[in-house]
């Protein structure tokens, strides 16, 4: 741990990390006795690891979970990640659901991809935060655990700064509510932990994950952020840590108390019933376009 | 102009280049009519651009511009500064002044860097702020101008959200009054200036400034961020205005307006009575402590 000066052997290590993770749960409020959480996994090393991580906590923490892994029909690439997730499940032992979004909602994320202009990872994104709200949903669990990390949040938490997005900067929380019945909150466990610790974990666990090796990699614009934060950190080992509890602590309450809840205000989208900031959600839109555009007749 | 995809020949970049300083003094309320100004000149190509840009606007706008440089006492580098800034003075035919640090407080700036343990960057920092301050009151002027540059901006905006620092947040701004009596304001003309910008503006209007070559230059530990935020602006042309002005409009309003003026509320130092957040300001206190160091006896 060059943070805090720490030499671990791998025992204390795996011990040292839930406990963060535990330590992140609890602060966050992000489960309760008795919750039944739902874990997104893609088969890389960040969600592979939390479903480890979490499976250890839930018994002494009193929670339940389950997984789940989108098949997002990236040819030559989603078939692996559903498989190194299925593996991983499966050696843990924790039940895993396969939903691909061609079956659900009538695309892949290649068509996407090839019909509408948006950036790929932009699309990915809207499509994952989408499916798998809509699929904890009406499985009927209370939380949505996703593997985003330290280096995630400082990311976008620095983009937003750069680009001055007041909206994108209040909603870079740990743990959010939806505010509407029956849609889970989605957490972020990993909200305070350092990918570079989460890949010892899962080594040290002996968890097979995907290696990177996504099609799109290469083509989001915060990809340079992301070089600069690994060496910002390398430099000053903390800097992420700090630059994220500064967000939460200082400013995101300011921005808010100054600007209001009006920021991110969320209604249901008129088509879905989910989470939107207008009459219509993002994926809804996009969903109609796409199909639209491959002739395949409309939305729901 | 590439962030407004913008071709100028060099007359008509002159006239754009001194428009947006006029722009930045008149948004921030930095100067009024009959406003007496001291424009703090290093020698570098910042500073004397800010002379001749001011010199040029202070027609117009009705105030009054006078210069000074500090030597600070850095061995064969400070006299060159010198020189350089007097005779870009002197071809503009503005009034300059120089001041020994030397001879005014007593010590040079290799000496204080010699026997104290803060950064050499920091140290010259708190004392060339000091010193400026100090003469502008003594020969009675309204504000003193100072080249920062949009660049210096968004460097310390980064360095504080990442250090996570409230108290150097709410100070980054463009004008400041002391709210002392007689003390002036600082103002920073460049705050919405590019160096880029800068650099052709002193070459176009051909000012012959010191080249960088201060000897304690590579030793600031936000070089780093330096190079980051000149790749960004490279990669996403506007970026840096984006990030200040975001700051300016709603990040500091909303951390001012969460956590009161407290974070910044300045006294008058004990010794000198120029503003200090404590009892005796910071550099009364280094004076102190090298004067003592150098065995040359106690402050004022």
Chains 1, 2 share one sequence.
Not at 210 to 219: F, K, L, R, S
């Amino acid at each position: 741990m060059r943070q805090a000066n720490l030499p671990l052997c791998e025992e204390h290590f795996t011990w040292w990390f839930e406990r963060r993770v535990e330590r992140t749960l609890r602060r966050y409020s992000m489960v309760g006795p008795g919750d039944k959480v739902l874990v997104a996994v893609s088969g890389g090393k960040d969600s592979v690891s939390l479903l480890c991580a979490l499976l250890e906590l839930s018994e002494e923490m009193g929670f339940e979970i389950s997984s789940i892994t989108l098949d997002l029909g990236i040819s030559g690439y989603s078939e692996a990640c559903v498989e190194a997730s299925r593996r991983v499940a499966g050696e843990l032992g924790v039940e895993h659901h396969v939903v691909s979004i061609r079956e659900r909602y009538g695309f892949t994320l290649d068509e996407a991809v090839r019909v509408v202009r948006r950036p790929p990872c932009s699309t990915c994104g809207l499509i994952k935060r989408y499916a798998l709200t809509d699929l904890a949903r009406e499985m009927g669990f209370d939380a949505l655990a996703t593997g985003h990390t330290l280096d995630d949040m400082a990311r976008f938490i620095l983009s937003s700064y750069i680009s001055a997005s007041l909206d994108e900067l209040v909603r870079l929380t740990p743990s959010s509510a939806s505010g509407l019945p029956g849609v889970p909150k989605r957490i972020k466990p990993f909200y305070e932990t350092l990918e570079e610790h989460i890949r010892l974990y899962a080594e040290i666990r002996g968890l097979e994950y995907m290696p990177d090796g996504c099609p799109y990699a290469g083509t989001a614009p915060t990809d340079f952020l992301r070089a600069f934060l690994a060496e910002l950190e390398a430099r000053r080992p903390g800097s992420l840590y700090s630059m994220v509890r500064g967000y939460l602590k200082h400013i995101r309450p300011a921005l808010q108390a100054q600007f209001g809840d009006g920021l991110r205000e969320l209604r249901s989208c008129s088509k879905c019933g989910l989470p939107s900031s207008g009459e219509v959600c993002a994926f809804c839109r996009l969903r109609e376009k796409v199909l639209k555009r491959l002739g395949r007749g409309g939305g729901p």
